[in-house]
């Protein structure tokens, strides 16, 4: 079993729409987690970090649920630019981060 | 500020030939990974440097070898390359609390 897991999707959603991405972990020793946005062919760039008591940054918002060991990522009002692959992350102890495989987002005019 | 750079961009190697991917980093960074994405399997962690003089494996360190040069620069080495080596390579470094600072990656075919 990975130790962070995603729906490898694709979701595809209109313009405009809300969309939302979970992701389990399964170390409960996880420090902090952290949502990447990968575009086709290039690297992973930091979208945002995630708190306990959850956090946004214009339209999107994440969410941390630790009895549960899952995180969310919400988009608000899609652009036809979020279209790409989102990384959910988990950080361990000495700074390792392990990557889940990704969730692809599709956003048609 | 150019961030973390990685060369080559793109390489094709035959089975058992040698090749060292370098990697470098401006922002004076303690902490440096190599990581390889293949599809399906996300990114994984090959091996890491905690600081200037150290180097630990990863999840998958197997026909890999590092050397962190300095401070900058962190280089990984095949010393005998094989098929299931081919993958997308990605250098980043981190600092802190900050998050990683991935390189544009290396694009490695293996035939």
């Known amino acids: 079993r990975k130790e962070v897991e995603q729906d490898p999707g694709p979701f595809n959603v209109p313009e405009g729409a809300t969309v939302a991405f979970n992701c389990t972990y399964s170390n409960s020793a996880s420090q902090s987690f952290f949502w990447y946005r990968q575009d086709c062919r290039k690297e992973p760039k930091l979208l945002m970090s995630?708190?306990?008591s959850g956090n946004e940054d214009g339209r999107f918002t994440a969410q941390l649920n630790r009895a549960s060991q899952y995180i969310s990522l919400l988009i608000r009002d899609s652009k036809l630019s979020d279209s790409a692959t989102y990384l959910c992350?988990?950080?361990?102890?000495?700074?390792?981060?392990?990557f889940g495989g990704g969730t692809r987002l599709m956003v048609k005019p | 500020n150019a961030g973390v750079t990685q060369t080559p961009k793109f390489q094709v190697l035959k089975t058992g030939q040698s090749m060292t991917l370098q990697c470098a980093q401006d922002m004076n960074h303690n902490s440096m990974y190599w990581y390889r994405q293949d599809p399906g399997m996300g990114l994984r962690l090959i091996y890491y440097s905690a600081s200037e003089g150290t180097t630990d494996k990863g999840e998958v360190p197997n026909g890999y070898n590092v050397s962190r040069l300095n401070k900058r620069e962190f280089s990984l080495r095949l010393e005998s390359a094989a098929p299931s080596q081919t993958s997308v390579y990605f250098c980043?470094?981190?600092?802190?609390?900050?998050?990683?600072?991935f390189g544009s990656g290396t694009r490695l075919t293996v035939v």
């Open positions: 992350v988990a950080r361990y102890a000495g700074n390792m981060l392990t």
């Open positions: 995630v708190y306990s």
């Open positions: 980043a470094s981190r600092h802190h609390r900050d998050g990683y600072t």
